[in-house]
């Protein structure tokens, strides 16, 4: 039976709901809605899930765990996958079409990945790599945004997708990044980056969406001989599909600019259309030349041009301390925009293009959205790379990798870097202190009212010059003072995220804050091996803890705050013992019975509704619930001992025992309070 359309829907509609509440309460302390609420909208989920078959990749019902690999698998594709001819004339594609229909679609700018089904679950994921072989990345297609785990249909299915990541998504990503790592160039790198991580929660984290556009086989099944009827099946299986439209020679123009049109809002990144016969068979029957099938062909966005004078580089310093060389011309007409500015990213693209100050270069928006520099017509290549930050006047240093060359502040204190750094203590996920954009907190920087975070608190002994400033007045003064003492309030794991640790982000901060108690005092003094202990803390993030609590500076700044602030407590369950009930039976057992353990829960459970209520068991004990097998794990909870599933292999190779319910409910009633 094929899943209504409104089914489909409303689980895609409970998936980001909870997923937003769960978000919310375990990175952030917030509750968007009741227990009861949440319970009621998880069992409509699950009971829709089972009912349909479908079941979408990072849903709340699913418990799917981080395995970190030690590299990517190689493996070859059944057929070659090869590229598209392409053309950049609309009546070149009518006249490919002929007068026979075919599907117009995005030609989406990420990276392609095979998926295969049997028996309704994914078991394989494989990039597209060279079209001969390409890497394995299941562990990673777990967590991507539009792609079903589990489907209606049974036999083997193999189809084709892309994996992409949005505009917005990739700005946010590109700011977040630590200092150590540059910043990406465009959002198909950042996609190809994330979709091959050896560690599949940092696919996790970057919202990688797979949009399904093209079914290659259905094993049992009698296909329709249509494109679009393909990709409409796809859709009743859970999958989301790329935007199609079915066109024919008369109308392909005008669809072409109703894609066109659409450009400027479509998050997704796309470079161009793709042109495919409906008839799949007659598809099919033209064969393939040696690079190019002859089903279909990619149509390139004729990329408009404008001829203009460069004016000069504008070196313009992040957070991070990164300085970014900005070409700044004289302003051209561009798809209807007027464009005076573009990114150069790094010192290696400048000078591969050899630009010069008055050159006369060609610029152009790459898939009609970001301004880029085609080429230097003159290449005088006569830039100096300054020596000094334009912003502190301290100095500069080139930083090289295998892939760039890049240009950094090495002043700690250079204002620049503390803009951002006082917007991400002032953001929603930190102290959420509200009158203070950026452009504010540079007008407050540049009067020398704020030099450190403690200094927010002090903005009231400085009312005369802050009313006097441009854009405020004394109404602004009062709603500022009444933000920044509702601020002091608050719990201790956002000043922890507002301090731009590099690597310790919202959910880190939680974490830590959390085994620590909230206890400042312990949690800056905390060694190197106290941090590995977490579960979800690795080397490289406590490494980067320990350095930061380390520098004198930074520290004094952080003790600083601190005192400023009225930390809460954390929320500590005191009682001695806790009333559990387990198969109809009412169990009272000590608190802190798993105190220092880390459960993993794999396969089917039998005694407890679902894997959550027996996680939810496990965390009112005192103990952990992680979705991997790792050294620090106490126990691997399986009904299938002898399961060779790979957190069973995982388990038994790390030696970490491997036990039932039953054998977990014996350790439970051995803590049974009388």
């Not at 209520?613 to 103990?623: A, K, M, P, T, W």
């Amino acid at each position: 039976m094929v899943p209504s359309e409104n089914k489909k829907n409303r689980i895609k509609e409970l998936c980001a709901l909870l997923s937003e509440a769960s978000r919310a309460y375990y990175a952030e302390g917030r509750e968007l809605m009741p227990n009861i609420e949440y319970d009621r909208l998880y069992d409509e989920l699950a009971a829709l899930e089972q009912e349909t078959g479908i079941i979408l990749a990072r849903s709340p019902t699913q418990n799917v765990g981080y395995e970190v690999l030690s590299e990517l698998p190689k493996e070859r594709h059944q057929s070659p996958m090869l590229s598209l001819d392409k053309t950049k004339s609309v009546s070149a594609l009518a006249q490919w079409l002929g007068d026979r229909p075919g599907v117009l679609s995005w030609k989406l700018d990420g990276l392609t990945v095979v998926l295969t089904y049997r028996n309704g679950e994914l078991i394989k994921a494989v990039t597209r790599g060279n079209g001969e072989i390409g890497e394995v990345v299941t562990p990673n297609a777990a967590f991507f945004e539009g792609l079903p785990l589990r489907i209606p249909f049974d036999g083997e299915l193999v189809l084709r997708g892309e994996a992409v990541i949005g505009y917005r998504d990739f700005k946010r990503i590109n700011e977040e990044m630590p200092e150590t790592d540059a910043a990406y160039k465009n959002p198909r790198n950042l996609c190809s980056g994330s979709v091959r991580q050896l560690d599949p929660s940092v696919t996790g984290k970057r919202h990688v969406h797979l949009l399904a556009f093209q079914l290659v086989s259905a094993e049992g099944m009698e296909l329709p001989d249509s494109f679009s009827k393909r990709l409409d099946w796809l859709s009743d299986q859970g999958f989301e599909v790329v935007d199609h439209v079915i066109v024919d020679s008369g109308s392909i123009a005008e669809t072409v600019e109703g894609f066109k049109a659409r450009i400027e809002s479509n998050d997704l990144p796309s470079d161009g259309l793709v042109l495919t016969f409906e008839d799949v068979e007659y598809g099919l029957s033209l064969g393939r030349t040696a690079k190019f099938p002859r089903n279909s062909i990619a149509f390139k966005w004729q990329d408009e041009t404008a001829e203009t004078r460069l004016l000069h580089i504008e070196w313009s310093p992040s957070r991070t301390g990164l300085i970014n060389p900005i070409a700044v011309f004289e302003p051209v007409e561009l798809e209807g925009t007027t464009v005076s500015r573009a990114s150069v990213h790094n010192l290696s693209i400048l000078r591969q293009l050899r630009l010069g100050i008055g050159d006369r270069i060609k610029v152009y928006k790459a898939n009609m959205i970001i301004p880029q520099i085609a080429e230097d017509l003159d290449g005088r290549d006569d830039i100096e790379i300054p020596d000094t930050c334009p912003i502190c006047g301290g100095a500069t240093e080139v930083h090289r990798d295998k892939e760039a060359e890049t240009l950094y502040c090495t002043n700690a204190d250079c204002p620049a870097k503390k803009i951002k750094a006082f917007a991400l203590m002032v953001s929603r996920d930190a102290l959420n202190i509200d009158g203070l954009s950026e452009m504010t907190l540079e007008k407050l920087i540049g009067e020398g009212l704020i030099k450190e975070y403690a200094d927010l608190f002090h903005l009231s002994g400085h009312r005369d010059r802050i009313i006097s400033m441009e854009g405020f007045g004394e109404r602004s003064f009062q709603n500022l003072m009444a933000a920044l003492e509702k601020a002091r309030d608050t719990e201790l794991f956002r000043p922890l995220y507002g301090l731009g640790i590099p690597g310790i982000g919202l959910s880190g901060a939680k974490l830590i804050a959390s085994e620590f108690g909230g206890d400042y005092e312990r949690i800056k003094g905390a060694d190197r091996e106290e941090l590995l202990m977490i579960e979800g803390i690795g080397e490289v993030l406590a490494d980067s803890f320990v350095s930061y609590f380390s520098d004198e500076r930074k520290l004094g700044e952080a003790d600083r705050l601190m005192k400023e602030l009225r930390i809460r407590p954390m929320e500590l369950n005191q009682a001695e013992s806790v009333l559990l009930s387990i198969d109809g039976e009412d169990i009272e057992v000590r608190t802190g019975l798993f105190s220092g353990m880390t459960f993993v829960i794999t396969g089917d459970v039998t005694h407890f509704q679902n894997r959550r209520e027996l996680q939810d068991v496990i965390e009112r004990l005192g103990g952990k619930a992680s979705g991997s097998v790792s050294k620090k794990t106490s126990y691997l909870i399986n009904n299938d001992p002898e399961s060779s599933s790979s957190k069973n292999q995982k388990a038994k190779e790390l030696s970490i025992p491997i036990i039932n319910e039953e054998e977990l409910l014996r350790l439970i009633r051995d803590g049974h309070k009388a």
